[in-house]
């Protein structure tokens, strides 16, 4: 049985580990959980239970997440579901294909908990009542250290709009997952493609739950030009890899300016010390791997042995390094410069709403720099050719 590993205070309150040690990788505390360090692979990468083990010990990760799954068996897509995708990118249109959380629970978890490895599961629905269920028989049957939440996928009653979305189904969802349950902390998994990524966070963070993954896969498609049709049966798929990192960069950073108190688990384009280092300095306070384990399933470790060079030898501090690239702003002000409180206004008279100078100084934009002036003519001159 995994152990968990909530880090407690005498007084109930959660303990927050000591990780400003140089030399130290771990524990990194993610809301209520507490992981040996802050490196996972992310949901569908690495299958449902043990299949990956030979690969590398999965207990030496900070935790290994589940592929999604749903209350009762699920399909998928057919057909041909994967393809590359330009600049080292991945497209999927897999579906959520997986055998239900029952079977799941008796076949793959027995497996995977023997490998001592903290788990979490990933689930989805198509209903609150199926995610709530599904969820519950996870608490119960198992000793997972979290649930995240799949919420990109359609609402049952609106097929063509995600659920991560819309802040109101988000707390719909995530606030009756998180009643049903008696311990288990829940993390919500958001779309980069959410209209107001910030307002889709603290939905899932005022309603229960303890972290937020930023992001999932953004849809896109692929074209085969020899048979002039979609390359994926699905038509659409999730891009995943490199092409993600910017976009998962940026909605990281937005969700940590807005709301420092929610906990971020960054994953987009994760693959080396270099794309993890840059989550943390944005404000993810740990990492999921993604679409790298494909090419190299050993990658999670890889980054493990990584990163505790990094916090050792190469001096940097993992305290210090969380969100240091970040300035706290209001939601509504990314992209704007706070300005400086106004000096106090002389005496006599009134600041206007827009203080214009009286004089502003004559000076040639950035891109004239170097460039003569044209000497200006004497009164009364012309060029040759012009009439008076």
């Known amino acids: 049985m995994v152990e968990r590993t909530h880090a ?17 990788l771990g524990p990194i505390a993610v809301g209520r959980v507490t992981l040996k360090n802050p490196v996972m ?3 569908g990468t690495y299958g449902a239970g043990a299949e990956l083990a030979s690969f590398g010990d999965l207990s030496a990760l900070g935790a290994f997440v589940t592929k999604s799954l749903s209350l009762r068996p699920w399909r998928g897509n057919q057909g041909h579901n994967l393809t590359p995708a330009p600049g080292g990118g991945m497209l999927n249109s897999v579906g959520l294909k997986n055998p239900g959380v029952r079977r799941w629970i008796e076949e793959d978890y027995p497996r995977l908990a023997h490998t001592g490895a903290a788990v979490v599961v990933s689930l989805w629905g198509t209903t609150v009542e199926a ?14 250290i979290a649930i995240e939440v799949n919420l990109s996928c359609p609402n049952s009653g609106s097929p063509h709009l995600l659920v991560s979305h819309d802040p109101g189904l988000i707390r719909r969802q995530i606030g009756a997952i998180a009643d049903r349950l008696e311990h288990t902390p829940v993390w919500a998994k958001l779309a980069p493609s959410a209209p107001d990524i910030v307002a ?3 939905a899932a963070a005022d309603v229960g739950a303890d972290a937020v993954t930023l992001v999932n896969t953004l849809s896109a498609m692929a074209v085969d030009t020899a048979s002039q049709a979609p390359t994926l049966s699905g038509i659409y798929g999730g891009l995943s890899g490199p092409p ?28 080396d010390k270099t794309t993890a280092l840059r989550m943390f300095v944005v404000g993810a306070r740990a990492v999921q791997v993604g679409t790298a384990c494909f090419a190299d399933p050993r990658t999670p470790h890889k980054l493990v042995t990584q990163l505790s060079k990094a916090f050792g030898r190469g001096g940097f501090d993992y305290g210090a390094l969380v969100g240091s690239g970040v300035t706290a702003v209001s939601p509504h002000e990314f992209g704007t410069r706070v300005a400086a409180p106004a000096s106090p206004d002389p005496p006599g008279r009134r600041r206007s709403r827009i203080d214009i100078p009286e004089r502003a100084p004559r000076r040639l934009p950035p891109v004239y720099a170097g460039v003569a002036r044209p000497r200006p003519r004497a009164r009364g001159l012309m060029r040759p050719g012009e009439e008076s």
Do not use: F
């Open 8 to 24: 407690s205070s005498p007084n109930g309150q959660v303990a927050t580990p000591k990780w400003h040690d140089r030399g130290r």
């Open 41 to 43: 692979n992310a949901a």
């Open 131 to 144: 995610v709530v269920s599904a969820a519950m028989a996870v608490e119960q049957y198992t000793d997972a």
């Open 200 to 202: 889709c966070a603290a």
């Open 244 to 271: 993600l990192h910017a976009i998962a960069l940026r909605a990281v950073h937005q969700v940590h300016a807005a709301r420092q108190d929610i906990p971020i688990i960054g994953v987009g384009g994760v693959s």
